[in-house]
Structures are given as structure tokens and as C-alpha cells.
């Protein structure tokens, strides 16, 4: 059968938590990544460890849009929708393209089923007329794949949990792929279990021939994109924050400390960096937040890079210590995995509503430098510079991700080790008759830091805590001109960093125009393709986002002032927006969404489209 070739498609796979969504997407992301398409992810899951079968609460999604072409986002809507359920089918219908292809189990649209997911009356929605404006291919997944393993020796809870496979191996054979990757990724994954490897390798290969065999439709071609020449794999966004963190150590000579307490979608965070401790990455797993940074602290001032993160509850949690590591002014690199909140919030959605906290979020004047990542990929670049900044400047560093974009995937090229810029850590020396010169643990350089002083070595002892500190000498101090002293020198030493970071860039379109597009965090994909299609159009609008949130880069006003208007899009009620207007009195117009859902290409275009000046 010849194939249909595409630039382009969306994939959204459903069904519920126990039906292996998540790998299933996984596994095809992976695939699609080594064949050398782009792609853009975006797993979309329940909070609950086990949600309600077969309700729409229960429902687990998994987007991929991979192409030949590159990619900003994981689309707005999908071409093909696969459902396990009719929860599925009900919760995801909305984001189907018109004349878009549903591939649905029609073992989940059983009276149960339908009566869970709310469908009046029991109606099936595959056997009415519903569904008369898309592609519709019906495959009973639970009876072919208990078929397939009728002589397996396997009772009927492990047949059925290989069905997942059936369906990834329906549509490798939909996109022309390779199973390969997958059937290495099997004997890896139950490598004790030979019975469960040869299952769910049989269940994958049926699925693949039932595509041949049926011929329901033509098969799709989807040719690599033209990347930059150069290795690549597929890595989500906190996968590559712990690649970022090994990096930034082993090119400042550091051991890497990491101590933290488990939460959502920070968690995977740990399991990467512990994946590495034969290299020397040591990882802590605390009993609460407060023991996890303070642990870290401890590991700072004893010469290690002391590394800790989170999501906003657990940064809460950890504000006063936060506020002890800025007084020690030691090195210590704070990662903040937003979530929907507040409180307990929404643990598995994103938001990207922690900027003030990050800021703010602290007792007394506690102003410390904020990074954030824009995609999966710039994870790792951003947290390597949140990293140089805090050993550089003697200084906590918060890095921003959010859901989004840690569980995200897209192409990462490799970087080399020489492409890295050096961190260098500036030691106190030890007192000998060579060096005479008597220790001040904080006396200044020219970025206003203090040297790193290691305990344990001669003349280096000082004073510690989080008391006020004299100038220079760090004895406690409650002298009220010292103080106010100590409170304007931090302040202006955070302020300092930014003549060590780059001038603000414009990402896309001119210098000048009608309409700046300025973002933060993971909405980058989304403005990107929206001002990229809107220039296409010829209109005058640019887009430009922003790394480094505190301090911002020193010539942002004048980018601001070279605009009519400035658009800010946010996954919050309107944070950056306040801090835009406070410093550089500019009128920053908002664009909010607070759904625990990113922003759509359209919604942003269609916002853009309405403040544009006549």
C-alpha cells in the first residue's frame, strides 16, 4: 500500500492510568526521535496514584506532534486520537481536527464504560452519528490480545495489561516505524520476567501485522527533519535539569550534593541524579522539606555544590532556609518544578504562578538571582547558568521549570564539554608565611562576593548563622546603620549579576515594531509559533523571552520602549506583568490562562490580533 507523506502530525494517545498511556507515548516519542523527526510532547496525567477507572477524572493523555519540519509545540489540536475508553473519547474529542482519525477499543465503550464517562442513556457513541465528521477504526484491543496470548501460560490481568502494546504496534505500522527500539526497551524492562518479554513483543508484533493484514487506511510517512548536524536524543525537561546539574559540577571541580524530599513533578529529578553515583553525584532523600535544605546548606558550606528542589508547596516549606543561605551567602542552587496551586493545588498540571514567591517569597530583604527554562532542552543550558551564578557570586540561585516542561520531550543535541563555559570557584587560601594576609570572611570583590572558606583549614575560621553580620568581619551585629548597610550591600550584590549576563535578545522579528511579544517559562513554543505565523502574514510584531528574571538583562527597558505595545502571556493571573509595570513604568498589556493547561498557538495569536494598532 503506498503511503501518505506528511510534514507534520499530532498523535494524542488516552485512556485510563492503568492502560500504560504514559509509556505507550513514550515509547512512540522515542522512536519517532531516533528515526530524526522533531517532536514536542506533552503527557498529560491524573494526580491520583490510581484514578477512577473509566471516569473522566481517570483519564490519562499523552500528545506528540513530530514532523519534518521544526517544532515549537506539541499542537493545538491532533490529527489522530487513540482512546481506550469512552472516558477518553468524552474528555479529548474537542481537541480532534475535523476530518481527524479515532482509533478507539471497543472493549471501553462497553454499558460500564459508558455509564462511568456519562453518557446519556448508554449511548455508544461509535454506532451512532456522532462521530460522522472523522476517520473511525474500531479495534476490540482486550479480545485480539487475549487471542494473541491464549497460550502463554499468563492469567487474564497480565494478558490485558500488554494491550497497550498492541495499539503502539497498530500505529508503528500506521507511520511506517521500526519496532526495534521497543523491543530492546521490553527485554530491559522485564529482564526477570522472560514470560512478560516474549508476551508483550508478541502483543507488539501482532499489532504491527493487524495493521498489514486489515489495510484500513493508508499508511503515513513522515520524513526526518533537518536538524543541525550533530547526535541527538529524546530528553524531558527534568531529565535534562540533572544532566545540567552533572555538567555544571564536574566543570566547576565541585561534588555534587543533592538533598531533597519527593514531589510532584519534581521527583524525577532524584531518580536521574541517582542514577549517577558512581560518579561521584551524591543524592539525599530527606524526611521533610526544611531537612532537605538545610542538608544541602551544610554540603555548601563544606565545599560541595549544595543542590535542592521542589515544587512551590515544598519551596514554601523551605523560605527561611532559603533566607539562612542568602545571609551565609554560600552557593546553593534552588529548583522550583511549578505546579497549579495553591496549597496542594493541582499536583500533576502546570502553572507557572511561583515568580512572586520566587522573589518574594522570604522574610525580610532576601533578594537572590532567578532563572528560568523556557523548554525541556533549555533545562539543561539554564540550569548550568543558574549554577555558574550561584558559585561565581556567592549566592542561592532559584531556577524556575514548571510541569510542562519537565515532563515534556524534544530532540537534545549533545553539547560538547568545550562548548560549556568554565565555572571557577574563588577559594579563601590558607594562612602560611607565604599568605599573611588576615582572613575577613566577608570582605568583597569587585561582584561584591565573599571567598568560599572551606571549615577545617588554618586561619579560615569565621562566624556563622543567620544573625545580621558586621561588614567584613561577620561578627553578629545589631547595630541599625550596619544593618541597613548589610540590606542595601545584598541587594546590590544580586543587582550585580546582571554585568555578567548577556543584553536581552530579540528571538524572533525586528528590534523595533507595533507589538513585543515578551514571555517567560514554557510558553516559549507557543508565542514562537504564533509571532513566526503572524511575521508570515507581514505583521509587524517580534518576540523576545526572558532567561533572567532577577536581575533583569540591563538593556530590557530600551527593547521595551522600541514597541507600541507589549503583550505578556503567563500561565498566572498576571506576575510578570506587575513586576514590568513597577520598574519600567511601561503599560504591559496581559494574557492569562490559568487552567493547568499551556497556552494554544491561537489563543496567543488571536490576542496579538486584537491589541494590534490600526
Known amino acids: 500500500m503506498n503511503s501518505n507523506i506528511k510534514e507534520e502530525v499530532t498523535i494524542l494517545f488516552a485512556g485510563d492510568s492503568g492502560d500504560g498511556i504514559q509509556l505507550t507515548g513514550s515509547q512512540f516519542t522515542n522512536t519517532a526521535a531516533l528515526l530524526g523527526n522533531d517532536i514536542s510532547t506533552f503527557p498529560n496525567f491524573p494526580a491520583e496514584i490510581r484514578a477512577p477507572q473509566g471516569t473522566l477524572a481517570g483519564v490519562s493523555g499523552f500528545q506528540l506532534h513530530f514532523g519534518s519540519i521544526e517544532l515549537f509545540t506539541p499542537g493545538d489540536s491532533c490529527d489522530v486520537l487513540v482512546v481506550m475508553n469512552a472516558a477518553a473519547l468524552k474528555a479529548n474529542l474537542k481537541q480532534l481536527k475535523k476530518g481527524g482519525t479515532i482509533i478507539a477499543n471497543t472493549d471501553g465503550f462497553d454499558s460500564k464504560n459508558l455509564r462511568l464517562a456519562n453518557y446519556p442513556d448508554g449511548i455508544n457513541p461509535l454506532e451512532n452519528e456522532s462521530l460522522d465528521n472523522f476517520k473511525v477504526t474500531l479495534i476490540d484491543l482486550t479480545k485480539l490480545t487475549r487471542e494473541c496470548l491464549k497460550d502463554s501460560g499468563l492469567g487474564t490481568k497480565d494478558m490485558d495489561r500488554s494491550k497497550n502494546m498492541f495499539i503502539l504496534g497498530y500505529i508503528y505500522w500506521l507511520y511506517n516505524r521500526n519496532l526495534d527500539n521497543t523491543i530492546d526497551f521490553l527485554k530491559a524492562k522485564f529482564k526477570k520476567r522472560q514470560d512478560l518479554i516474549d508476551a508483550n513483543i508478541k502483543v507488539l508484533q501482532a499489532g504491527f501485522n493487524f495493521g498489514e493484514t486489515c489495510e484500513s487506511t493508508a499508511t503515513i510517512e513522515v520524513k526526518p527533519a533537518k536538524l543541525e ?8 525537561g527534568n531529565q535534562a535539569t540533572a544532566l545540567g546539574l552533572i555538567a555544571a559540577a564536574q566543570k566547576s571541580g565541585l561534588t555534587l550534593f543533592y538533598g531533597t524530599y519527593p514531589i510532584t513533578p519534581a521527583s524525577d529529578i532524584l531518580h536521574e541524579l541517582s542514577k549517577y553515583k558512581n560518579h561521584g553525584v551524591k543524592t539525599f532523600q530527606a524526611e521533610d522539606e526544611i531537612a532537605a535544605i538545610c542538608a544541602s546548606i551544610g554540603a555548601s558550606f563544606g565545599g560541595s555544590l549544595g543542590v535542592t528542589a521542589s515544587s512551590g508547596p515544598g519551596i514554601a516549606l523551605k523560605g527561611e532556609a532559603i533566607g539562612l543561605a542568602f545571609m551565609l551567602e554560600l552557593p546553593l542552587v534552588i529548583v522550583n518544578v ?3 496551586g495553591p496549597s496542594t493545588g493541582l499536583p500533576t498540571k502546570t502553572e507557572q504562578a511561583d515568580l512572586m514567591q520566587a522573589l518574594y517569597g522570604r522574610n525580610g530583604e532576601a533578594s537572590i538571582p532567578v532563572i528560568a527554562a523556557s523548554t525541556p532542552t533549555d533545562c539543561f543550558d539554564a540550569v548550568f547558568e543558574a549554577t555558574r551564578i550561584a558559585v561565581e557570586h556567592m549566592t542561592p540561585v532559584i531556577f524556575l521549570s514548571d510541569g510542562f516542561i519537565a515532563n515534556g520531550a524534544e ?7 568545550s562548548d560549556l563555559k568554565e565555572i571557577k570557584p574563588v577559594f579563601a587560601k590558607e594562612y602560611t ?13 569587585e561582584k561584591l562576593s565573599r571567598k568560599w572558606a572551606i571549615p577545617g583549614i588554618k586561619g579560615l575560621e569565621h562566624r556563622i548563622g543567620g544573625i545580621e553580620k558586621e561588614h567584613e568581619t561577620g561578627n553578629i551585629s545589631y547595630d541599625p546603620d550596619n544593618h541597613e548597610f548589610m540590606v542595601k550591600l545584598r541587594a546590590e550584590k544580586t543587582q550585580k549579576v546582571a554585568d555578567y549576563i548577556p543584553l536581552q535578545a530579540i528571538d524572533s522579528g525586528k528590534d523595533k515594531g507595533k507589538v513585543l511579544v515578551l514571555g517567560w517559562g514554557s510558553p516559549y513554543g507557543a ?12 505583521y509587524e510584531v517580534s518576540h523576545a523571552h526572558l532567561r533572567y528574571l532577577n536581575p533583569f538583562p540591563k538593556n530590557l527597558g530600551e527593547i521595551l520602549n522600541n514597541f507600541d505595545k507589549v503583550l505578556i502571556p503567563e500561565i498566572n493571573d498576571g506576575q510578570l506583568v506587575i513586576l514590568i509595570r513597577s520598574k519600567y513604568l511601561k503599560d504591559a498589556i496581559r494574557l492569562n490562562k490559568i487552567k493547568g493547561l499551556p497556552f494554544t498557538v491561537d489563543e496567543i495569536k488571536s490576542k496579538i490580533i486584537e491589541i494590534y494598532p490600526n
Open 527 to 538: 508565542i514562537k509559533t504564533a509571532v513566526k505565523s503572524l511575521i508570515s502574514e507581514g
Open 338 to 340: 511549578q505546579r497549579g
Open 229 to 236: 548536524k550533530g547526535t541527538y536524543r529524546s530528553i524531558m
Open 411 to 417: 530532540p537534545w543535541k549533545f553539547p560538547k564539554s
Open 433 to 445: 608565611s607565604e599568605n599573611k594576609e588576615k582572613f575577613l570572611p566577608y570582605k568583597r570583590d
